[in-house]
């Protein structure tokens, strides 16, 4: 039997180019001789569809599509995920289903058992879990085919209450296939691998898996869509970052491909963090109807790394990098912000904010008279920059991209409606540390990002002299406390026994904890860490904190 | 048996405070003779708790305090609500649990098994269902004991595969307990009720309802606690909106009360949505700490009953209205800002955004020179308050009051880090006709909010002569649409079906859906509807909207 992975960016909510690339990769496999063709889960409506789940039309309209796909389904079969109808008048009104189309129409529907319910999903929110086993039989084969969550129930710990293989298996399956829908975390991959590698070692059957590529709002599909042998070992990864689409030849549960095995592409984490950003940059644009985005550039690391992914994404003519001076900016800020530029070969402008920083300070005189400068002031600057970029954007269609980087975000360091603003939050998942790390590799072969903005010790420059060494502790062990604390839930007591200083913890924690208001109004965060700020972290605002 | 009923404000995580309330309840409800006292679902943490359940200090503080509470129920028993840890190995690590105290100590314990996973509840993100049903003995009576929705899957189209109380009956209990966390919203007095009569009246038992009062971040709870006769009619109420505990005794199946029993309540629509945003309002700044609101007082209505509804919360002393005129600004807003300040008797500032909108402009002249002037340039007017009334309540420890309507917020009719900032949303949740309708009904007896407010034009005065109805339809046919969409979740043929103008309804859709971007970075929304912007509402911002 000759299978097709075909590995597509999705746009949620577009069905028609959805189905056109559906039925494109049909076709393609069709020519090529394929018997049946696998696209992931929820691949007819995008992936996740979240609330739009709730209108019928869309559930309507995305069986629709699987119909007119199944017409282009004559001499091949095709695996296809949409959500469909729960017909049981008990339980939620949907299942996340995958439809086994072959002879020109749907001939099974299987449904997903285990819907993740936790960090950025919601699946139980919309679906209802199967407890209704089948095994699809096609030209002599059977099938096990499940989608995603379905195999991840084999750990020791595990989330729930059965695995669907362990019925599946009863039937004898020659193979198994995963749709899936895997968003990219710098530990995703290789949880991934463990997981697929312990199924098809545990079932001795060959494995196929099929993943999303691209970006929804602030998730990034990287691919890597794969495909395991039944000893468990890989024995092909398609593309990671980029559509792909590979055929594969199963005889008597033997593999064999068309394509010439690359080595596994070795997974550095700031190469992968750095395509995954840059994907998610031009995901965010393209499927918004944007091109150019504008920036503030203060000579400091975060603005000079989303300006560098920014030109990667987009291209260097469609990025407008601003340098929004005050009283308080250095020499070398500017210096070295224009290095940058320079480097880059994008547009700029030199924009100083004194005139309306000025203004507001005069208007607010009469009520500021007598009070002692302090974070209103600083906070005047900031959103006095955001007014003129935010101006910049709304007049000539730029995309304003956020630079705050997450440990900033996670103790509250920042102005909201200042430099907290933009449509999007570049850098929001990397702590300042790495921040550091994916310059240092940008860098690896050639200054890219001048030397000077690694090196100089971070400062907002919002009164003079100052260091964010002023408010913070140093950001090794900040980020480690955070680290502790937001990836790993860990509490005080354990972070303190870990060997922080209690004070210190407190301290820190205190501030994540009672910053989450500005959080709650921070723009979409491109997740690249197993816990990002954002739909995957839902603290309470007027919580009091324990910790 | 004699049962005290204790309708208590939780705050989410303070612990202290919540165990403590608890405490004086049970010693109050051991005076009066009681057998047994209860509390609320969640009630020693709080509800939501949302992600703090992750935790593990969190549910380790929250099982201590119930212990302690334990030691303080040696003459009576108390139910109480909390999360308690799940202990197989399969599932998720929670149960939503309620324990049943009595002679000093932990008696029993009973799991909630049907999780609410919809809108603003995400309980299955962090608990497992219940499978195992237990009845309570105490005093040689039954008790079946209920957590919130397990009693809600009595509808002829149910949202689970079962309801517990199926297995509960055929214990034969004395009677039902549900301990709940059900937020106000317009329709929920009314829902609750038919379902707690339907349960009731099937089973054929007395029904004690105990309910959350208070605000957590933008949920509000009204309280009203209830108890229903075996013959499924309604016994008592307790209050509304405030804390409250009252005493039920059941002998034989048949109920008396101590408390002089009042006519139940007549819940006009208006009258308990004021209650419910005074309310709010006064949750938010208490659990945050804060007394002291700021807002821009435009002359319109949305800002003018903002500020009734803060003066109402927090009193007419702490509530500082700002009016920021600029060259647009009509005589008219002033003077009816001016009236409505006296009718408050509240403190104002008038500061002109003139100097700061022209240095903006200035500063931007060689960007702009040339260009049209249009929203950039409103956006900028918007942008410079904002920016004013955040430099104040910096400066000062006011918390700045959203003022935007549902209207505005849905159709993106407002300015990103502009009109729409603030750190709470007040009205976020009433469409423009509600407003009318709400302001109507406040100035019933008096003329509180002016006349003159409430008959001219809306505007934004952003432009010369500018009118809302320059860029949206009539609000009455805007409102009408915008629910079917965003309440009922209708889809476009569905919404013209209903006789509205085809265009205008994919228009407005549109315009929905393209302004997800701003409301994903809006300020919590108090929620009074069955369907709010925030939490409730999940949507993709990259996504394609087929409707």
New interface residues.
């Given amino acids: 039997m000759k299978i097709s992975l075909a590995q597509i960016n999705y746009?949620?909510?577009?069905?028609n180019?959805n189905t056109q690339k559906i039925i494109e990769a049909i076709k393609k496999a069709e020519s090529e001789k394929c018997d049946l063709v696998v696209f992931a889960e929820l691949s007819i409506c995008?992936y996740?569809?979240?609330?739009?789940l709730?209108?019928?039309?869309?559930i309507k309209?995305s069986l629709s599509c699987v119909e007119s796909i199944a017409g282009h389904c004559k001499t091949i079969a095709a695996i296809v995920g949409g959500p469909s109808f729960n017909p049981n008048?008990?339980?939620?009104d949907l299942f996340n289903s995958a439809f086994f189309l072959s002879d020109g129409k749907i001939q099974q529907v299987v449904h997903k058992s285990l819907l993740p319910?936790?960090d950025i999903f919601?699946e139980?929110?919309h679906f209802e879990p199967n407890k209704d086993f089948k095994i699809i039989e096609f030209k002599n084969q059977k099938i096990a085919l499940t989608v995603c969550e379905d195999l991840w129930n084999i750990d020791?710990?595990?989330?729930?209450?059965?695995a669907p293989m362990e019925d599946l298996i009863q039937y004898n399956p020659d193979f198994i296939i995963n749709i899936a829908a895997s968003p990219f975390s710098q530990t995703q991959i290789e949880k991934r691998h463990q997981i697929l590698k312990a199924n098809a070692f545990k079932y001795q059957l060959p494995l196929f898996y099929v993943n999303h590529v691209g970006?929804?709002?602030h998730l990034i599909f990287d691919g890597g869509s794969c495909v395991f042998n039944s000893d468990g070992n890989i024995f092909e990864e398609l593309n990671y970052f980029e559509e792909d689409q590979r055929n594969f030849e199963l005889i008597d549960g033997k593999l064999s491909s068309e394509t010439v095995i690359k080595n596994h592409p070795k997974k550095e984490k700031y190469d992968f963090i750095e395509k995954a950003l840059v994907l998610g940059i031009k995901?965010?644009f393209n499927?918004?109807g944007f091109t150019k985005a504008i920036l503030g550039l203060s000579g400091g690391i975060d603005s000079a790394l989303v300006t560098y992914l920014a030109s990667q994404a987009l291209g260097k003519e469609n990025v407008l990098a601003v340098l929004l001076p005050s009283r308080y900016s250095s020499e070398h800020s500017i210096n070295d912000s224009l290095d940058l530029v320079k480097n880059l070969g994008i547009k700029h402008?030199i924009?100083?904010?004194e005139?309306?920083f000025?203004?507001?300070e005069?208007?607010?005189e009469p009520?500021?008279s007598g009070?002692k400068i302090?974070?209103?002031e600083e906070?005047?600057q900031s959103?006095?920059r955001?007014?003129?970029l935010?101006?910049?954007s709304?007049?000539f269609g730029y995309i304003l991209l956020n630079t705050s980087n997450k440990s900033e975000l996670a103790v509250g360091y920042g102005t909201?409606?200042g430099d907290m603003?933009g449509?999007l939050s570049v850098i929001g998942d990397l702590y300042k540390t790495e921040v550091f790390e994916l310059c240092d590799f940008i860098n690896r072969n050639e200054e890219i990002i001048p030397n000077n903005i690694l090196t100089k010790p971070p400062s907002a420059e919002l009164r003079p002299d100052q260091k964010d060494s002023d408010s913070l502790p140093d950001y090794k062990i900040l980020d480690e406390i955070l680290f502790s604390f937001i990836e790993e839930?860990?509490?005080?007591?354990?972070i303190i026994a870990a060997g922080f200083e209690p004070e210190l913890v407190k301290r820190i924690l205190r501030m994540v904890n009672m910053n989450e208001?500005k959080r709650?109004?921070?723009?979409?965060v491109l997740r690249i860490s197993q816990k990002s700020f954002g739909?995957g972290?839902?603290?309470?605002?007027?919580?009091?904190?324990?910790?």
């Avoid at 709730?54 to 869309?58: I, K, P, Q, R, V």
């Avoid at 020791?156 to 059965?162: D, F, L, T, V």
Wanted: include cysteine.
């Fill in positions: 746009h949620t909510g577009n069905f180019s995008g996740p569809p979240r609330d739009l709730e209108f019928n039309d869309f309209e008048k008990e339980g939620k319910t936790y919601d139980y929110r020791e710990n595990p989330m729930y209450q059965k970006a929804q709002t995901q965010y499927k918004l402008h924009i100083s904010i005139e309306t000025n203004s507001i005069n208007t607010l009520y500021f009070t302090g974070i209103a906070n005047i959103r006095s955001a007014i003129l935010m101006a910049l709304n007049k909201l409606y603003c449509g839930t860990k509490g005080k007591e354990e208001w709650w109004q921070a723009p979409p739909p972290r839902r603290v309470p605002i007027s919580g009091y904190y324990p910790f």
